[in-house]
């Protein structure tokens, strides 16, 4: 396919409707938008928009290059994507794109979103069997959507630097008799919560070596847990430092101020876990610490995986006792993000705009 060039001068106008305005809102739609409307390309003008309520008024959409809607899995959801096809596009013909950086099926029992999203499988199938083209955050995902959407465009996740700010290696400060910092963050949907999914439900990323091991070195080890935490690790709650869910502006800074050395990501091999982004590497590389993560699809190119408790147990001891091990893991995932870190560098905002131009022949 010969791909054509944006013919110029141009206004390339993104409107995306928000169906989660945390986490995957901020960094695949509210952060990437922010940054469009300081991105320069002689002759183009590039704005992006979000909105949560839905608009009925086709004569709205006049300036509107593409509309998505993102992180739909409802009926509503459906029904206003069905509107939008049958009462804007026949009016204003603007591609409408479904927006998705998750398995929204197919989720184990223990997940927490299990119970929302399960039931909603055939909505969200049909959402994608109904848009002009979708966006997803891997290769992993676009295979597993495939089947019902034959457009699909990678974006892949950045972090915003205006955030984040500049990186501190921990190594390069650490005070060797200080008690080494372990870091976890994360919701609680990578365990099973018994409040939210009831008794008899067990099951989640934490295998029991590794809460048992957590158990046994709170002496040894400071433990941080940042948004979540095990029900298996109340009996030590006085003893591991938890910190409550921060919001997305604050998360970054907070994380950083922690100092970890070391941040593990375990992940059971299912998958649910190989569909998702490797963002936990992004988040570890930009807090300076060295990171241990489960042997599942997004992070099979860093440095340190692992595919048992017992392996995980023993890279936390390695990586305690030797700092010169630790710098050089760091160094390695560090190199191994490097380009996809942020958003305001290597150009990914230029890529970000051809991912979605590239879905219908175009190109910056």
């Known amino acids: 396919m010969i791909v054509n060039k944006i013919k110029r001068p141009a206004r390339l106008q993104f409107l995306s409707y928000l169906g989660d305005t945390q986490g995957c809102g901020h960094i695949r739609v509210i952060f990437p938008f922010l940054l469009l409307n300081h991105f320069r390309q002689e002759n183009i003008m590039m704005q992006g928009f979000y909105l949560t309520n839905y608009i009925q008024d086709p004569e709205f959409y006049k300036q509107f290059t593409v509309v998505q809607f993102q992180r739909a899995a409802t009926n509503s959801h459906l029904q206003l994507i069905m509107h939008f096809k049958k009462n804007i596009q026949p009016k204003i013909p603007i591609p409408l794109i479904y927006e998705i950086d998750d398995m929204l099926y197919n989720i184990p029992d223990w997940n927490y979103a299990s119970a929302y999203y399960n039931k909603s499988e055939d909505i969200i199938k049909k959402m994608m069997q109904s848009v002009d083209a979708m966006t997803v955050s891997t290769s992993k995902l676009k295979e597993m959507y495939s089947p019902f959407c034959k457009k699909?465009?990678?974006?892949?996740?950045?972090?915003?630097?205006?955030?984040?700010?500049?990186?501190?290696?921990?190594?390069?400060?650490?005070?060797?008799?200080?008690?080494?910092?372990?870091?976890?963050?994360?919701?609680?949907?990578?365990?099973?919560?018994?409040?939210?999914?009831?008794?008899?439900?067990?099951?989640?990323?934490?295998?029991?070596?590794?809460?048992?091991?957590?158990?046994?070195?709170?002496?040894?080890?400071?433990?941080?847990?940042?948004?979540?935490?095990?029900?298996?690790?109340?009996?030590?709650?006085?003893k591991i430092h938890f910190h409550t869910w921060k919001n997305i502006f604050e998360y970054p800074q907070y994380v950083k101020s922690l100092e970890p050395d070391i941040a593990?990501?375990?992940?059971?091999?299912?998958?649910?876990?190989?569909?998702?982004?490797?963002?936990?590497?992004?988040?570890?590389?930009?807090?300076?610490?060295?990171?241990?993560?489960?042997?599942?699809?997004?992070?099979?190119?860093?440095?340190?995986?692992?595919?048992?408790?017992?392996?995980?147990?023993?890279?936390?001891?390695?990586?305690?006792?030797?700092?010169?091990l630790r710098a050089k893991v760091f160094r390695k995932d560090h190199d191994r993000v490097r380009g996809q870190l942020w958003w305001e560098e290597n150009e990914n905002i230029k890529k970000f705009i051809n991912s979605y131009l590239g879905l219908f022949g175009k190109s910056l």
């Open 264 to 324: 593990i990501a375990p992940l059971m091999d299912n998958e649910f876990n190989d569909c998702k982004s490797n963002i936990k590497s992004l988040e570890f590389v930009a807090c300076g610490a060295a990171g241990i993560y489960g042997d599942v699809e997004p992070y099979k190119f860093m440095e340190t995986k692992t595919k048992t408790d017992e392996e995980m147990i023993s890279h936390i001891e390695s990586f305690a006792n030797d700092i010169d």
């Open 152 to 238: 699909i465009a990678i974006i892949p996740n950045h972090l915003p630097k205006f955030l984040w700010g500049d990186i501190y290696p921990s190594h390069e400060y650490k005070d060797e008799d200080e008690k080494i910092k372990i870091l976890w963050a994360g919701s609680q949907n990578h365990f099973a919560t018994k409040q939210i999914v009831g008794d008899n439900v067990k099951g989640g990323d934490f295998g029991e070596g590794l809460l048992n091991f957590i158990i046994k070195t709170t002496n040894i080890y400071e433990w941080h847990f940042v948004g979540a935490m095990p029900d298996e690790l109340i009996g030590v709650k006085t």
